[in-house]
């Protein structure tokens, strides 16, 4: 993704219902969504457009951890609502999981935290056959509000179980 997504990516980031669980706010200009462009995904190690025809109706993530925590990426991901319950998202996280562990092989395990009434994005973990952990109680505060989130992961060793 990049600055000639922005048309698109304003799509998804000014519809409440898809920052509705998310930890940022809804966007409400173009500027916000130009900064976003600059700071965070001009020089994101691995942020994708998911692309439909030719243009972009959602993104995906792997944030690499640092340190101690290198052995570890956080998956994230968003759809435009109208293209919800489509099986796109999950088509996605297959195709990251089947290449992320081939392009960063330092990676261990994949992860991802997620609002514990977000239904939709932990069943998206569970069809791609990441494994739910357990539930983080009172883990962050989203919109003012402290949220028990869901914790999923899946291991190099289990995809490679898996494609063998
Ligand atoms: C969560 C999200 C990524 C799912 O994307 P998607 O392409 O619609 O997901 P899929 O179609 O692949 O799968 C969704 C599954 O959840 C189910 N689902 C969705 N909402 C549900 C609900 N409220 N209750 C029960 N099941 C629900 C769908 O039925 C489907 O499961 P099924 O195939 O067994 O029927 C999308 O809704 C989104 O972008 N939401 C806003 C951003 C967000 O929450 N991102 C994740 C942050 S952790």
Redesign the pocket.
């Known amino acids: 993704m990049d600055v000639d997504d922005i048309d698109d990516f304003m799509v998804w980031a000014t519809d409440d219902k898809?920052s509705q669980?998310?930890t940022w706010s809804t966007y409400t200009s173009k500027e916000q969504a130009m900064d976003f462009m600059t700071n965070i995904v001009a020089p994101h190690p691995w942020l994708r457009a998911i692309c439909l025809k030719n243009r972009a109706i959602?993104s995906i993530s792997v944030t690499p951890f640092k340190g101690n925590d290198a052995c570890r990426g956080e998956l994230?991901?968003?759809?435009v609502s109208k293209?919800?319950?489509?099986?796109?998202?999950?088509r996605a996280v297959k195709m990251v999981v089947s290449m992320i562990f081939i392009e960063w092989p330092h990676l261990e395990r994949l992860e991802?935290l997620?609002d514990i009434e977000?239904?939709?994005?932990q069943?998206?973990l569970e069809?791609a056959g990441f494994h739910r952990e357990g539930v983080l109680r009172k883990y962050i505060i989203q919109k003012g509000s402290i949220r028990d989130m869901a914790i999923f992961s899946l291991l190099s060793s289990e995809v490679t179980q898996r494609q063998s």
């Open positions: 898809v669980y998310c959602g994230g991901y968003v759809l293209y919800w319950g489509k099986g796109i998202v999950t991802a997620v977000n239904v939709g994005s069943r998206v069809k």
